[in-house]
């Protein structure tokens, strides 16, 4: 582990994998994570897309009918991993994903620092601390946001080797790629960064390498595209996904949120990073990079919004904290990479870290009086403090061992302490609160319904009590709702005409296709469907296209004559029709583009080896030695 050579990086890539395992396994086996029961929220939405596969459907929609995005996202169904929940054996498959994925974010944390050019044995403990300690603990219940941070470094690592090398231009067409897997595990929110990170980096080396300026850019635009078109089918859902009226969830604990991003181990080492006196170090970008994030984490929650569903940043707070680990890490290899490679600054680097250690500690005992965690803490980072006052008398061997052993254990004791606690906070289903009992639907989790609105209606009928659904017309209906069904975009020259003997049957109903038949002989009214309204519905009258309006409620609704008539529904969502032939033309290209880069880089290969051939000049072999003879410096005979 601690040599130069490939096969050393290759041993501590596995050692680092073990380890993850080991502590998850650690953790199953002897109780220490009890209480983990994993992100069911996803495991109940696989649970209800493999029933909707088993009836012949298409899995990206509610199973219940409507058509809308499944509740836990939709982006999920991409990610093949997530395939193995929701067939019965989710009590096994949730702790080993959860391990597999800490394990991946641990080997590609080491890739990305080695990368950085930071020693292997610091790519080693700070890869460890990546993937393992309180934070990732703490997204253990939240599989999408974990198996994002995961991959985050692989498509930083990617970056590097293009702005740092010409002949690393091949692996430009990969970056897109990477970038989108992030997005289709369903991790929208620390993709968002890492995508973020990676286009502000790309234009910084742009405009600071100006020979390479128009390459570097177009290289941008173009994995731009590429995320653009692989990602189609989840923003073109996002766009047709109805809004609906749900508890917000509340505001984090932003002091215990900090406690599990920063913790002492990172803490400690980043201080040691703090300290450099390099030109060349990177140390201050990474700090301003830590405290923007933390900004923006601390800020994002309570940023107000018009939206009438719970955004983004205000259901999943805790993975926009992802930019603050990320720089700690950083920050923690350089300084173990200092302390290490810098003897004559060892002594002034233990003394100022012991200093702010010896003053931060305190505040974990202060703060220790609401959680207890806060003095662990503490006693955690004074004994690093004394650790490394003590490498003089351990030897640097011995002291690389203690400190990798200790902060392996730390590491362990955080991830399986937080895991036990974490709980996903369920994502509400968009779907109307009359439409039966919510707890009926598939995989819907419990959530709290109008109780203004009947929890038991037909699932269709016929209104004539028809009023224009504005916006004072819809909150009257709300206060009173007996007043009436509103209709958005109701023409103001339809009038309505009430008849006792209409009837509604229905002929058959699927995922995404249903179809009625109403009897009305003379009146006119609206067919009321107890189902989502989305853009990508479509409706017929007799086989004639009609409008699809919707209700106040968001309730499928067509206008309709006396007579009989058939309605049929059918469903055709952008993000099915347009999204998945976008998204192969996103594949498609940036396999292209691959091939075309490896190709040339084969053939310049060849051309150069060919060129430095034919330059040499053909030389004779050595002849054989001679005895050498020796000569007399008088007379010159031969001896």
């Excluded at 286009?199 to 080396?205: P, Q, T």
């Excluded at 300290?275 to 923006?296: D, E, K, Y």
Aim: overall charge positive.
């Amino acid at each position: 582990m601690f040599g130069s050579g490939r096969r050393e990086g290759v041993i501590t890539v596995l050692g680092l994998c073990v380890a993850a395992l080991t502590v998850h396994a650690v953790g199953t086996l002897t109780g220490l994570s009890d209480g983990f029961e994993g992100d069911q929220v996803l495991a109940r939405g696989m649970e209800a897309a493999h029933r909707v596969a088993a009836d012949g459907n298409v899995p990206l929609w509610d199973p219940a009918g409507a058509g809308a995005p499944l509740w836990a996202g939709g982006a999920e169904m991409l990610y093949p991993p997530w395939w193995l929940l929701g067939r019965g054996h989710d009590e096994f498959w949730l702790p080993v994903l959860v391990a597999l994925h800490a394990m991946l974010a641990c080997a590609f944390g080491f890739r990305f620092l080695r990368a950085q050019g930071r020693s292997r044995y610091s790519s080693f403990v700070c890869g460890a601390a990546y993937g393992l300690g309180a934070h990732t603990g703490h997204l253990s219940a939240n599989l999408p946001e974990l198996a994002a941070l995961a991959f985050a470094p692989l498509a930083l690592e990617i970056l590097q080797r293009i702005v740092r090398g010409e002949r690393q231009r091949h692996v430009a067409p990969l970056l897109g790629p990477a970038l989108t897997i992030p997005f289709w595990t369903g991790g929208v929110a620390t993709a968002a960064c890492t995508s973020a990170l990676v286009g502000v980096w790309l234009f910084a080396y742009a405009i600071h390498e100006r020979h390479r300026r128009g390459r570097l850019l177009l290289i941008g635009a173009s994995t731009t595209a590429v995320v653009a078109l692989l990602t189609a089918p989840m923003w073109l859902g996002a766009i047709e996904m109805p809004s609906h009226s749900i508890t917000q969830p509340h505001n984090p604990e932003l002091l215990q949120t900090v406690r599990r991003v920063v913790g002492p181990l990172l803490l400690f080492f980043a201080i040691l990073g703090a300290l450099r006196r390099q030109r060349s170090a990177s140390t201050f970008r990474w700090l301003a990079f830590a405290g923007i994030g933390a900004a923006i984490a601390l800020l994002l929650p309570l940023v107000p919004t018009k939206f009438v569903a719970a955004t983004l940043w205000q259901r999943e707070p805790d993975a926009f904290w992802w930019p603050v680990h990320f720089a700690l890490v950083l920050l923690a290899s350089n300084g173990l990479d200092d302390f290490l490679d810098l003897p004559l600054r060892r002594r002034a680097a233990t003394a100022w870290t012991m200093v702010f250690a010896t003053g931060i500690a305190p505040l974990g005992f202060v703060l220790g009086e609401r959680a207890a965690s806060f003095q662990v803490e503490a006693a955690v980072l004074f004994a690093l403090a004394m650790l490394f006052a003590m490498w003089r008398y351990l030897g640097i061997l011995r002291f690389k061992t203690v400190v990798a052993s200790a902060a392996l254990m730390w590491l362990a004791a955080a991830t399986l302490h937080e895991q036990a606690r974490a709980v996903r906070a369920p994502l509400p289903m968009s779907a109307l609160p009359m439409f039966g009992s919510h707890e009926d639907r598939p995989g819907a989790p419990a959530v709290e319904t109008d109780p203004l609105s009947p929890l038991e209606q037909p699932r269709a009928r016929i209104a004539f009590d028809l009023f224009a659904a504005d916006d004072e017309a819809r909150s009257a209906a709300k206060a009173r709702p007996t007043l009436g069904t509103g209709l958005r975009g109701l023409p103001a020259d339809f009038v309505s005409l009430a008849v006792v003997d209409a009837r509604v049957e229905q002929v058959f109903e699927g995922n995404a296709v249903s179809e009625y038949r109403v009897t009305m002989r003379r009146g006119r009214g609206a067919l009321i469907v107890n189902d989502t309204w989305t853009p990508g519905w479509r409706a017929t009258v007799d086989g004639v296209p009609t409008p699809l309006l919707a209700t106040s409620l968001g309730a499928r609704a067509v206008l309709l004559d006396g007579g009989t008539h058939t309605v049929h529904f059918d469903y055709q969502p952008r993000a099915l029709y347009i999204g998945v032939p976008l998204g192969i033309v996103g594949g498609s290209f940036a396999l292209l583009w691959f091939l075309v880069a490896f190709t040339r880089r084969v053939v310049s290969s060849r051309k150069n080896v060919e060129k430095g051939r034919l330059k040499q000049k053909v030389r004779r072999p050595p002849t054989a030695a001679k005895p050498a003879m020796a000569t007399k410096a008088i007379d010159g005979s031969i001896s």
